[in-house]
């Protein structure tokens, strides 16, 4: 059975820094393509990044720059390095496993497995 898990949400001022940490359990990690996403209150989910099992990276436009994802094959886990933090990037995000092979990244069918999300708050 696949899990993941995410850790490193809480409270940061604009402007700051956070990293998040998924970690990944049930089967061969360093095959998979992983991705995050993120949901504010009100809105609904929307990708944030995705990384695939050589890593190659792919980003939503709203974060590019300010946000870098990467994995370490060895611990299980693939992380999300955010900063320039804005209060508009108050959201649960969640990693998820992709399946899919097709070209769009964003597409939320191409995911199966989801963890269950970890708060960032971002105060102005």
């Known amino acids: 059975q696949v899990q993941l898990v995410e850790s490193g949400g809480g409270l940061v001022q604009a402007g700051g820094s956070l990293r998040l940490s998924c970690t990944a359990s049930?089967?061969?990690?360093?095959?998979?393509?992983m991705g995050w996403f993120r949901q504010a209150p009100g809105k609904e989910r929307e990708f944030v990044a995705a990384?695939?099992?050589?890593?190659?990276?792919y980003y939503a436009h709203s974060v590019r720059g300010r946000v870098t994802i990467s994995r370490t094959n060895a611990k299980n886990t693939v992380y999300l390095q955010m900063s320039s933090l804005k209060a508009e990037d108050t959201a649960v995000y969640y990693c998820?496993?992709?399946?899919?092979?097709?070209?769009?990244?964003?597409?939320?069918?191409?995911?199966?497995?989801w963890g269950q999300g970890t708060q960032v708050t971002v105060s102005s």
């Open positions: 998820a496993r992709r399946t899919g092979r097709g070209s769009n990244w964003s597409d939320q069918n191409e995911y199966d497995y």
């Open positions: 990384i695939t099992w050589s890593g190659g990276t």
């Open positions: 049930g089967g061969t990690f360093s095959s998979w393509y």
